[in-house]
């Protein structure tokens, strides 16, 4: 999987080495609890949705990505693109520590994301699920340009959907 940068952030393959700062940062109730995927807080419910993310990349050959801040060589969070069996099409995500947030962190790698997705994957069109009490992950959908397109019900609760058309594409 390819390794991207961003004027703040090093985006490179999650790893098994990551299960320390993964764990930290789902065991803040209020991150898991922000999550569409209903991760819980304790370290098994951290290394299935470790294990899940790096084996999405197994089977898709593309998933979320450990973001890195270049500056201190922190882990912030993941994000990336996915779309796992049942996920309604191809999405953009990002789940970052609590501790970096409101540095403009998830918007910068969802950005680049996009921009995978649009070079790499060849998609013609981009969403993202969204939790409709998560004011912090709409912010950010609205700043990449998604808009709200519609409400579904996924794994049993109501979600918004935002996404946008990104055009042709070249692969």
Avoid at 6 to 21: H, K, N, Q, S
Avoid at 57 to 71: D, M, P
Wanted: proline share 5%.
């Amino acid at each position: 999987m390819t390794v991207l940068e961003t004027d703040r952030l090093i985006m490179r393959p999650l790893t098994g080495d990551d299960f320390a700062d993964y764990a930290a940062m789902l065991a803040d109730p209020e991150v898991a609890g922000g999550l569409a995927e209903s991760v819980g807080t304790s370290p098994a419910d951290a290394w299935r949705s470790l294990a899940m993310f790096i084996g999405h990349r197994e089977i898709r050959g593309y998933s979320h990505w450990a973001l890195v801040e270049k500056a201190t060589g922190q882990f912030v969070g993941r994000a990336g693109p996915w779309q796992p069996h049942g996920f309604p099409g191809l999405g953009v995500g990002w789940c970052l520590a609590r501790e970096h947030w409101g540095k403009g962190y998830a918007t910068e790698a969802a950005r680049a994301s996009l921009d995978y997705c649009r070079e790499e994957l060849g998609a013609q069109e981009v969403i993202c699920v969204i939790l409709p009490d998560n004011p912090r992950s709409i912010a950010v959908a609205e700043r990449i340009g998604h808009r709200h397109l519609r409400d579904i019900q996924y794994r049993g609760q109501t979600v918004h959907v935002y996404g946008q058309h990104l055009g042709s594409a070249s692969r």
